[in-house]
């Protein structure tokens, strides 16, 4: 059975999905959804269609009135199971009609304590990478793009809120329902919806924000350089071609910062500090109108040039917004960062590759900010080895080429050949794309609040603490590479200074914090651990809370802390993030 794609059993001989119009009645006390949905085909079909699904149950597969044969196979770890439909030949249409409750991997059902208000439940999804299959059978590879219309139910008063355009909201003899339409066709892993008490606030003609009520003006504010972002990025990178450019803020236990789902991106609302100092990933969300979700990875095994393009991108739209000082402090920390995830998976494993063959690899697991900033390291050299200005003419004609479509590492590297031959001969293109570990020709960083950090770093080598005075005018941005760069343990009278130092016991950043709660875990501060607890506790993107279980699970003293406190919190975490966690304590043994 021949796949292009490691991650889905779609065949695209069989015929594309074209368009899905779907039919779906949310029960948030039962936590299911039952749907309805009708799917067309690019061409007529030669007969069987294959297609991805997890935990979904089928109630009928049927064509132009007429039931069809179908069967699902066991299931597979990772790809869930094969739906088989057969005797369609020379059909363009089928309809489904199936279920998915509240084992679906796309979605997390949020008791009403878990929202701001504590009164309505909360539903949302989250399908990147390979979870839409569990939310409604697909052809779930990036390769494949439909457009969608959707009417929904969902039990009074909640509101219903999707990644597409928001039509009339109707009534029918089974009740009330919203309906929406995407008429930009989209990747299976871009279909999102959520459902709770969502209210919203204008920022522009063209721009929204909506959250749950009591945060909805902290995050209008929070998120009002939208609309300028928005300009900053047509004039960099060409038209915006989705319309509206809206942002949902979500419940805490969102596993990510932000996720750039078309015309809608979810954010998480750690990044509401109330100082616009976390816009940074609206940026790179917004920056995915172009970079990933115009442009968009065949598989997941070209990820980086979703998230390499679009690290580099938002890098560019910080700097038109904040000045070139704090871009690059930023473009410091991604350095800090990516070597972080390089020596956690060993310099020469192949997940620190930009591509490598994922055959038996979920995804998630995977997941890293490899992909992101060692991507984005790669275009800043070729950027510098071609010069601004023909770098700029060249990301224009790429996303201008390759518009709606889903495209290969391969494919953008032939582009870059044929587009900037020049540029790509002085870049050591193989060591970037395909070999592990930290390129040789990393690019480096000139900011002046890097130049502070980077001062209090060889004095505190040299001895000597910072003092509050010194360091009370500095950014987020600039606390956190100082955490970066200092040893992994240091000794614990120095962890209770710079806790001073800093007033960690104030600072809102989630980012930060994670970093500094690590290195106070690992320095045996052992007086953090409520703190820690706490952290973990309130929820908040996966990658930071990970970050301080490692640290717990990992050190003698606070290892016995690590499985109770993960049992507590697991209740109330996406199920992307408690199967990772899982995978981190029995790692370490905890
Ligand atoms: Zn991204």
């Not at 001969?425 to 980077?454: H, M, T």
């Not at 060889?458 to 760069?485: D, F, I």
């Amino acid at each position: 059975m021949p796949r292009h794609d490691p991650h889905s059993y779609a065949d695209l001989k069989q015929g594309s999905i074209e368009r899905i119009d779907f039919d779906l009645r949310i029960r948030m006390d039962e936590r299911d959804i039952h749907g309805v949905a009708r799917y067309r085909l690019d061409r007529p079909s030669p007969g069987v269609l294959d297609l991805d699904t997890h935990r979904i149950t089928i109630d009928s597969v049927r064509s132009e009135k007429t039931d069809l044969p179908w069967s699902l196979e066991p299931e597979e770890a990772i790809l869930g199971q094969r739906l088989h439909i057969e005797g369609l030949t020379g059909a363009k249409e089928f309809s489904l009609a199936f279920r998915c409750t509240e084992e679906a991997r796309a979605l997390q059902w949020l008791n009403p304590e878990q929202t701001a208000s504590g009164k309505h439940p909360f539903l949302y999804s989250q399908c990147q990478s390979i979870n839409a299959r569990s939310l409604f059978p697909c052809q779930d590879s990036p390769s494949v793009r439909f457009t969608y219309s959707a009417r929904v139910r969902a039990p009074a008063p909640l509101r219903v809120v999707m990644a597409a355009a928001p039509g009339d909201e109707g009534s029918d003899q089974q009740g009330s329902f919203h309906r929406f339409e995407m008429p930009q066709p989209i990747p299976s892993y871009l279909f999102a919806l959520a459902v709770g008490e969502i209210v919203s606030k204008e920022v522009s003609h063209r721009c929204r924000v909506y959250a749950e009520p009591a945060l909805i003006d902290a995050a209008a504010w929070e998120f009002g350089e939208m609309e300028m972002m928005l300009s900053h990025g047509e004039e960099l990178f060409g038209p915006y071609l989705w319309d509206r450019y809206d942002v949902l803020v979500l419940p805490r236990s969102f596993p990510y910062s932000g996720m750039e789902n078309p015309r809608l991106t979810f954010l998480n609302p750690v990044l509401v500090t109330g100082d616009r100092s976390e816009t940074d990933t609206l940026a790179h969300e917004l920056a995915h109108s172009w970079t990933g979700n115009l442009v968009t990875n065949a598989t997941w095994e070209d990820f980086w040039l979703n998230e390499g393009w679009t690290s580099y991108a938002e890098s560019r739209i910080t700097e038109r917004l904040s000045g070139e000082d704090l871009a690059q402090l930023l473009n410091v920390a991604k350095s800090g960062q990516l070597r972080e995830d390089i020596t956690r998976y060993g310099a020469d494993s192949k997940l620190t590759c930009l591509k490598y063959s994922q055959e038996g690899i979920d995804p998630e697991e995977a997941f890293s900010r490899i992909p992101y900033y060692k991507g984005q390291f790669f275009l800043v050299n070729l950027e510098r080895a071609a010069g601004r200005q023909a770098f700029d003419r060249f990301i224009r004609e790429y996303i201008q080429a390759f518009a709606f479509r889903s495209i290969t590492t391969e494919a953008f590297l032939e582009f870059l050949h044929q587009r900037l031959p020049q540029a790509a001969a002085r870049v050591p293109i193989d060591e970037w794309i395909y070999r592990p570990g930290l390129p040789s020709s990393l690019p480096e960083f000139r900011s002046r609040y890097y130049d502070q950090v980077a001062a209090v770093v060889s004095a505190y080598r040299e001895g000597r603490l910072p003092t509050r005075a010194e360091v009370s005018g500095w950014t987020p941005r600039q606390r956190e590479v100082l955490l970066l760069m200092l040893p992994e343990r240091i000794p614990e009278q120095d962890v209770r200074a710079l806790d001073e130092a800093f007033d960690f016991a104030s600072t809102v950043s989630y980012v930060t914090l994670s970093y500094f709660y690590r290195l106070a875990i690992l320095s045996g501060y052992q007086d953090i651990l409520p703190r820690a607890q706490k952290f973990v506790l309130d929820t908040g993107p996966l990658l930071s809370m990970e970050r301080v279980m490692r640290a717990l699970a990992q050190t003698d003293w606070s290892r016995p802390h690590a499985r109770p406190l993960f049992e507590r919190v697991r209740p109330r975490i996406h199920p992307v993030t408690g199967a990772r966690l899982a995978r981190e304590l029995d790692r370490a043994g905890a």
